[in-house]
Structure formats: structure tokens, C-alpha cells
């Protein structure tokens, strides 16, 4: 184990960390140009698959609709989560810690800790709710996901253990969150689809003396 802030860093990851940093700094440019701007453009591309596959779902019943309308919450409750789980573990950045050279273009700073990495956290759920609304998009989303959690490690930023942690902590929150989610937002429309179908009573006309 390597000692690291308040966690001990598994051995294994952190030799993952040393090899692959070492491969992303041996890199063409282009590659180290590709995968340093795929760490953030990964997201937005996730946003916009998530954005299609509820809209998709946008044109069935009241589940469909409901599934369209709670579609990005699991992301955001995996974020919130991660940061949290980021002020509890307190575990340091490798590239502040194992002092290695980074195509991140910067460390980030002192308190903005490691574990789990939010980029793999939001990407994880944003994918599994892609995947839970349209099976074709969250086929492409998947391995994007993939990517943009392995190019945290590549720029340097990430320890292994931390992407695989995010991922499978935003996959867990997507598949629990989404369909309880659903389920009462479905009841709601539901409802009101009931009330904007009901006949509106005739008031009985007066009849004059």
C-alpha cells in the first residue's frame, strides 16, 4: 500500500498510475491533444446522448415522460455524492503526491482531492441513464464513458482505483435513482392526464320565475 493523505493508495494502482502516465508522456502530440481534450468533451458528449434518449421517451406514456423528465437528476446526485465521499476519504492527488509529469497542463490544487473522480462519477451515470432510457444510445454511451475515465488517468490527474470507483459509484446511483424516480413522477403526470381528461360538469341553467 503507498500512503497517501488519509487513504492508503492500493499498490497495484498506483504502478497502473506510473505505466500509464509513462505511456501518455512517450505519446505523439496528437494523441496526448486528443485525450487531453476528451477528459472534458467526453461529458458534454454523454449530455447531449442523454438528451436524445430522453427525448425520445418524450412522445410515450406518462412512464416514458416521467423517465424524460428525471433523466439528468442521477448525474447530479452522483456528483453530490462523489464530493462528498471526496471530503471524507481525503485522498491526495498522484500528480502532487508521486511528483510525475502531467499533460493535464496543471495539477489541481490542495484540497481538491482524488478519490472517487468526479468526471468518471458523472460519466458512469450519465451513461447508465442513457443506457436505461434508449438501449441503442447507451451502447454508444458505454464506452465513452470508458474513455473519458481512462483519460483522467492519462492527463495525470487520477488514480486508477479512483475512475473505476466513479464509475461503478455513478452506475449504481443511475440504475437505483432512476427508477424511483420515475415511478412517482409517472404518478403525477398520470394524474393530470386524468383530471385534463375528465368531463367538466354542465352547470344546471337557472330557469327564471
Known amino acids: 500500500m503507498v500512503h497517501n493523505g488519509s487513504m492508503d493508495v492500493p499498490e497495484i494502482s498506483a504502478e497502473w498510475y506510473d505505466d500509464v502516465v509513462d505511456a501518455a508522456a512517450r505519446s505523439p502530440e496528437p494523441v496526448q491533444w486528443f485525450v487531453g481534450h476528451a477528459t472534458e468533451g ?16 418524450r412522445g410515450g406514456g406518462p412512464h416514458d415522460r416521467a423517465l424524460a423528465l428525471i433523466a ?5 446526485l452522483a456528483y453530490v455524492g462523489s464530493e462528498f465521499f471526496k471530503t471524507v476519504v481525503d485522498e ?8 510525475r509529469a502531467i499533460i ?17 462519477t458523472v460519466a458512469g451515470a ?9 438501449r441503442r444510445l447507451g451502447l454508444i454511451a458505454l464506452p465513452l464513458a470508458a474513455l473519458g475515465a481512462f483519460s483522467r488517468v492519462f492527463v495525470g490527474v487520477h488514480y486508477p482505483h479512483d475512475v473505476v470507483a466513479g464509475v461503478l459509484f455513478g452506475a449504481l446511483v ?3 435513482a432512476t427508477p424511483l424516480l420515475a415511478r412517482p ?3 403525477v403526470l398520470r394524474r393530470r392526464a386524468d383530471r385534463a381528461d375528465s368531463p367538466v360538469p354542465k352547470l344546471a341553467s337557472r330557469s327564471r320565475p
Do not use: K, Q, Y
Open 185 to 187: 413522477t409517472a404518478e
Open 174 to 176: 443511475a440504475v437505483v
Open 92 to 99: 491526495d492527488r498522484p500528480c502532487r503526491t508521486i511528483g
Open 126 to 134: 450519465l451513461a447508465v441513464t442513457t443506457l436505461l432510457l434508449s
Open 42 to 57: 467526453v461529458i458534454l458528449l454523454l449530455g447531449v446522448l442523454l438528451l436524445m434518449a430522453a427525448l425520445s421517451r
Open 72 to 76: 439528468p437528476v442521477p448525474a447530479l
Open 104 to 120: 493535464a497542463g496543471a495539477c489541481p490544487p490542495p484540497g481538491d482531492w482524488s478519490f472517487p473522480s468526479n468526471h468518471a
